[in-house]
């Protein structure tokens, strides 16, 4: 094996984050280097793959994947990182870890439960949630949004779908073209989309399930979710001494190597970046892929001018409706219906990217 020849010199790195770049990384380069992960579950789960396991709990088998089925030739700390010293990584439950190189790739501060049993109930939960709902509100029309109500509305066409966003259009991340052609999508398949309102997630009562939005309406619904924006899981490095290396939304300043500004020895990949980019899963894989490679050249002591840079990449962007269409938008033009489905709607990359993990794309083994 290729790292064998470093048996016994092998650089410590730290890879705080075991999401969709970190886990990435850990599994690239742990022959190469004598890695710990450092995340606060005991699992991956391909986060663009969480929408279909609300409304089919079982392919949350293959989505959801423990750290120690890809990660074999590691250390992994079920913790979360509380601070950074130029040595040491420290975690809530008193771990220090000693590092040569670190990489943060934290990416959003998702809550989710610790080990994989609980998530894979959870979702189980959130399926039963649905079935018994007569009515269901949607809070937020931005991916998240628009593809649960796609997957519920072609799961079960006979719930009563309202989604409310306080935007003027749909996914403003993309362009309008899109976003209308999205909307029309919707409208058929009887899904309400009520824009430029906000829901009062607290004005509903237990026995009639009445939501007030600011707009002075009042929406039946038997149950909601929530999708709007989750925030950056960078809060805590204002305490650490990265703190100055945050802009103004808390993500982390990097240079053409993604190595953060102004260190020799710390990468940030993910979403986590300040790159100015879509922040995408397939790009945080291309994230993981340049710093494994800088990382390699590195810890080999290889020269910084080797060292790969990354180019941001243009607005591309593929939104699942359901289980056999999809809206995308390249560059140059935008599609809606099969053709974009075939791409991505079907199996939504679950099985590249278990394989990318150095596992089976369909089998599981619990």
Not at 209 to 215: E, F, G, I, N, P
Not at 300 to 328: F, P
Not at 336 to 361: A, N
Request: with cysteine; aromatic share 6%.
């Amino acid at each position: 094996m290729e790292g064998q020849e470093l048996e016994g010199q092998k650089s410590k790195l730290v890879i705080i984050g075991g999401g969709v770049a970190g886990s990435l990384l850990a599994k690239t380069l742990q022959f190469l280097a004598d890695v710990t992960l450092i995340d606060p579950k005991e699992y991956f789960e391909i986060p663009w793959a969480s929408l279909r396991s609300m409304v089919e709990p079982s392919f949350a088998a293959r989505s959801v994947i423990n750290h120690k089925d890809y990660f074999t030739n590691g250390r992994i700390i079920t913790s979360s990182a509380v601070n950074i010293t130029e040595t040491e990584v420290l975690t809530a439950d008193g771990h220090s870890i000693a590092y040569d190189y670190l990489v943060v790739a934290t990416g959003h501060n998702y809550a989710v439960p610790k080990t994989r049993t609980e998530r894979l109930n959870q979702f189980k939960a959130e399926n039963q949630k649905i079935f018994s709902a007569h009515s269901i509100l949607i809070v937020g029309g931005g991916p998240t949004g628009v593809e649960l109500a796609g997957e519920i509305a072609v799961d079960f066409p006979g719930k009563n779908i309202t989604l409310v966003h306080k935007g003027s259009r749909l996914m403003e991340f993309i362009g309008q073209r899109a976003a209308n052609r999205t909307m029309n999508w919707l409208k058929s398949k009887r899904v309400e989309v009520k824009l430029e309102q906000k829901v009062d997630l607290g004005s509903d009562s237990d026995e009639m399930k009445m939501y007030k939005t600011s707009a002075g309406e009042t929406i039946r619904a038997d149950c909601h979710f929530l999708c709007t924006g989750i925030p950056l899981c960078s809060a805590w490095l204002k305490e650490t001494m990265l703190k100055n290396n945050l802009d103004g939304q808390g993500r982390l300043r990097v240079d053409e190597s993604l190595r953060v500004k102004g260190r020799k020895n710390i990468f940030a990949i993910g979403d986590i970046t300040d790159v100015l980019e879509i922040k995408q899963g397939f790009l945080a894989h291309k994230h993981a892929l340049l710093a494994a490679k800088n990382l390699k050249i590195l810890m080999m002591g290889g020269r910084e001018s080797k060292m790969a840079t990354y180019k941001a990449s243009s607005a591309v962007a593929i939104v699942s409706l359901g289980r056999t269409e999809a809206v995308a938008q390249f560059p140059f033009t935008t599609i809606i219906g099969c053709i974009p489905g075939m791409i991505k709607s079907k199996d939504l990359f679950v099985g590249k990217t278990r394989k990318q993990l150095g596992l089976e794309p369909d089998v599981v083994h619990d």
